[in-house]
């Protein structure tokens, strides 16, 4: 899920979409408006779940996707060879998850253990341990 907003309106460390990936602002500039023109921004922006940097400039009132996060906790139940089988601690839902890129992170998991994972897009990330 997504909601649009203006390229005016971004900051840095906020989220947004783009390729259809979710990615968090790096840094932002913003040019004056112009003769010919209006003010412009310019975007760098880490994806979420692949670390890959992307670019873009466009008008500060272009409308862009801001992508909903849901900010859940759960409990590790196993893990597997490529995977971390959670349990979502309010509706005891079980989803699968990839390992974090984190190694510190990594290695704090085992099973038992409570996590605060994000659900963006349809898609889970583990971002710490709680506790």
């Known amino acids: 899920m997504s909601k649009p907003a203006d390229v005016g309106s971004l900051r840095v460390g906020g989220y947004v979409i783009v390729d259809d990936k979710p990615c968090r602002v790096a840094s ?3 040019s004056k408006p112009g003769k010919h023109g209006a003010a412009k921004a310019r975007v760098v922006a880490i994806g979420v779940f692949d670390g890959a940097k992307k670019t873009f400039v466009k ?3 272009a409308q862009i996707e801001v992508p909903m996060i849901e900010k859940r906790t759960g409990q ?9 089988q959670l349990m979502d601690l309010e509706n005891y839902e079980v989803s699968e ?9 990594k290695q704090k998991l085992g099973s038992g253990v409570e ?8 898609r889970t990330k583990i971002m710490r341990t709680k506790g």
């Open 28 to 30: 932002l500039t913003k």
């Open 59 to 61: 008008p500060v009132n």
């Open 76 to 84: 590790v139940i196993a893990l597997l060879e490529s995977s971390v």
């Open 97 to 105: 998850t990839a390992y974090p890129d984190n190694v510190e992170l």
């Open 115 to 122: 996590v605060e994972y994000w659900r963006i897009l349809g």
